[in-house]
């Protein structure tokens, strides 16, 4: 019987279970062949390491020997950061939520020796509670069922299986001008009129959503879109779900105010944002907007930024076993910290009224300090003080995907702010992933840790978002190699990713699962498919192919049906469509000026394609595009037909302002 073999993995998560008692093993070929062998079941747990509950779960039963040996005896054990495998997390993800009505982390599988599922929930306490049952109970319960009811369980795996494997039909549906503004509509209709955002607690920072309806007001002109942005975006900026301190957002708020937020901070969501503030920003110059755009940039780099120029996936959200430990302040502390005057002042500058057990609060800033230079060196005081508390953890994996997300945004941001820091570390970034990702035979790699490379395959996502990456750096740096990347893994999306007349998330060479995960719903973070439609259009405006805007076209039909139905599910489709409604547009900037590049990237319709570089460079947008009067020139086009270039960045500016 094998021990635990988790300390050799890449994956943060899986190495915090190293020590565990259980013999967790990672997911593997060997893993069923094993279960055959010995004829017991395969307990999968997934999870991730900013993951509270599974942090819970761990020390109440993975840490227990009692359960461990039981484990052990009955089970091949197997652990799966969701991070690194999200087709396997996708897969049984579906299948819980199928077959208990609900879904989360950890969540816990039992599967048979084909990798069936007939048996799955989420965290199952050590103790009884709520009438939960206890996971020694379920254990106990599924030996049992193993050994009396096997025939039952093998056909519950091979029907759930069957069910969830069988592929729907592509509903046939167009992303239009039509649909656009129903999902405004449908999205009025969500939008909480008095603390902002969609829905109801918890409330997630919906980012995809925003970049949508930003995009939607600068080609209609929208004030109600506009206005649902700005109202949310001040409303998250300002709560307790944004590190007053040192910036960056927290997952979401566990109230429908934005007050009180589940503390571990995501990649990807920071990445995401950035974006959005910096877009509301170009639109508006609102100062909000770029504070919190500069803000979170920085935290990027000085948080979460690797030793060798990627960015990692979280920052936990616990801190010695205890959830935001690090980020809460009592009022006591305070008058400790800064004395009585300093104390009260910011008490009620930021609402310090004793939220959480013991008496502390998370900072809030709900109006702008009436004395900015008082709150900036109250600021310094408290970020000192907080740097001498335990440290978050962090998972320092890297993620092809969101690094992706995050090299985009950061290039952008580092133009539109002029912050060329910015811009350095996408492009270091983005190396990174080229070097230590990508292999000889073209197959991206999703993740790496300490520049060592993990063995999961990349999945839709990971070859989109770092696609467009690439891209976007075409046009801010106009290095030609990128756009040579770009198509290099998009074809590879064409030739792995597509089969049957639709996209799926897994490469057609990569491992086989019990079937093959195809998810068009942009949640949490962007679906590979909405990726992918935005990475073909904007290379189909760089090289002007027909091949790669019919797979744009390809792929966004698969979110036509949710766009329509439930649009804050289909955020990032719904921004793409509005990028390509615009006409697209594509701009070439012939020659080196960072004055026309900040005006094309800030005025432009947010997502056009623009490529810059030299005269003589091989990119198809700029051939034939000269420098004039030997100055740098800039050429607004719609499918390569283009209007007579300009020198001056105001000239730009009222090529990209004007009414149309």
């Given amino acids: 019987m094998a021990s635990n073999e988790l300390g050799k993995s890449t994956s943060p998560y899986l190495r915090q279970h190293a020590d565990n008692p259980v013999h967790w093993r990672e997911w593997s070929a060997e893993v069923f062949a094993e279960a055959r062998e010995r004829d017991v ?4 747990s997934v999870g991730y390491s900013a993951c509270h509950w599974c942090h819970v779960m761990a020390h109440e039963s993975f840490e227990d020997e009692a359960t461990a040996a039981y484990l052990n005896e009955n089970f091949v054990c197997v652990k799966v950061d969701r991070e690194e495998r999200p087709d396997v997390d996708a897969i049984y993800m579906q299948a819980t939520v199928a077959m208990t009505g609900q879904g989360g982390w950890p969540m816990s599988v039992f599967l048979t020796p084909a990798a069936e599922p007939f048996f799955c929930g989420t965290y199952f306490p050590a103790e009884p509670r709520h009438g939960m049952a206890t996971f020694r109970q379920v254990l106990e319960s599924l030996v049992n069922a193993w050994r009396t009811k096997r025939e039952d369980i093998d056909k519950v795996g091979r029907s759930v299986v069957d069910q969830l494997g069988a592929r729907a039909a592509v509903v046939d549906g167009a992303l239009d001008e039509a649909t656009l503004a129903k999902a405004v509509d449908l999205l009025k209709v969500d939008f909480d009129p008095v603390d902002a955002g969609f829905g109801r607690a918890p409330k997630f920072p919906p980012s995809m959503v925003l970049d949508f309806l930003l995009r ?16 949310t975006c001040e409303r998250m900026a300002r709560g307790g779900m944004y590190d007053q301190l040192a910036g960056g957002f927290a997952r979401y708020s566990v109230d429908g105010q934005w ?16 974006d959005v503030y910096t877009h509301w920003w170009a639109i508006t110059e609102e100062p909000l907007a770029r504070r919190i755009a500069t803000e979170t940039a920085d935290f990027l780099l000085a948080e979460l930024r690797t030793p060798e120029g990627g960015f990692a996936s979280a920052l936990d959200a616990d801190t010695e076993g205890e959830e935001g430990l690090y980020y809460v302040w009592s009022p006591d502390e305070m008058r400790s910290l800064l004395g009585d005057d300093d104390a009260a002042w910011v008490i009620e500058l930021c609402d310090i009224t004793g939220t959480f057990e013991h008496g502390t609060s998370v900072l809030q800033l709900r109006r702008d300090p009436d004395d900015p230079a008082r709150w900036h060196q109250i600021q310094s005081v408290l970020r000192a003080a ?3 508390r335990t440290y978050p953890g962090r998972d320092d994996k890297v993620v092809a995907a969101w690094n992706g997300l995050a090299i985009t945004a950061l290039a952008r941001t580092g133009v539109v702010l002029g912050r060329p820091e910015y811009v350095e570390a996408a492009v270091a970034a983005a190396e990174l992933v080229r070097q230590v990702h990508l292999d000889q035979a073209g197959i991206l790699r999703r993740t790496s840790r300490d520049g060592v490379v993990g063995g999961a395959h990349g999945v839709l996502e990971d070859y989109a978002a770092y696609a467009q990456a690439c891209l976007t750096l075409l046009g801010v740096t106009g290095n030609e190699a990128w756009l040579e990347l770009a198509q290099t893994l998009l074809d590879r999306v064409l030739d792995q990713f597509v089969a049957d007349g639709t996209f799926f998330d897994t490469a057609g060479d990569a491992e086989a699962l019990v079937w093959r995960p195809q998810d068009a719903t942009d949640n949490a973070s962007p679906a590979g498919v909405s990726l992918a439609a935005e990475a073909f259009s904007t290379l189909a405006s760089v090289t002007g192919s027909a091949r790669y805007e019919a797979a744009a076209e ?3 039909q698969l979110s036509a049906a949710i766009a329509a139905r439930a649009p804050r599910f289909a955020g990032r489709a719904l921004a793409v469509a509005e990028t390509i409604a615009t006409g697209p547009l594509e701009i070439a900037i012939a020659g080196e000026s960072t004055e026309l590049l900040a005006v094309a990237l800030k005025d ?9 570089g030299l005269p003589g460079s091989n990119v198809p947008l700029l051939a034939g595009r000269a420098l004039v009067a030997g100055k740098p020139a800039a050429f607004v086009c719609r499918k390569f037909t283009c209007r007579l270039p300009v020198v001056l960045p105001e000239d730009l500016r009222s090529e990209l302002t004007q009414p149309r």
């Fill in 41 to 44: 079941p395969v307990f999968l």
């Fill in 216 to 231: 939607h007001h600068r080609r209609t002109g929208s004030a109600e879109a506009l206005a649902m942005v700005a109202e």
């Fill in 259 to 274: 007050v009180i937020p589940h503390f571990e901070k995501m990649l990807y969501d920071n990445a995401l944002l950035l």
């Fill in 386 to 388: 907080r740097a001498t």
């Fill in 554 to 556: 390809q792929a966004l």
């Fill in 604 to 612: 432009a319709p947010w997502g056009t394609a623009i490529a810059s």
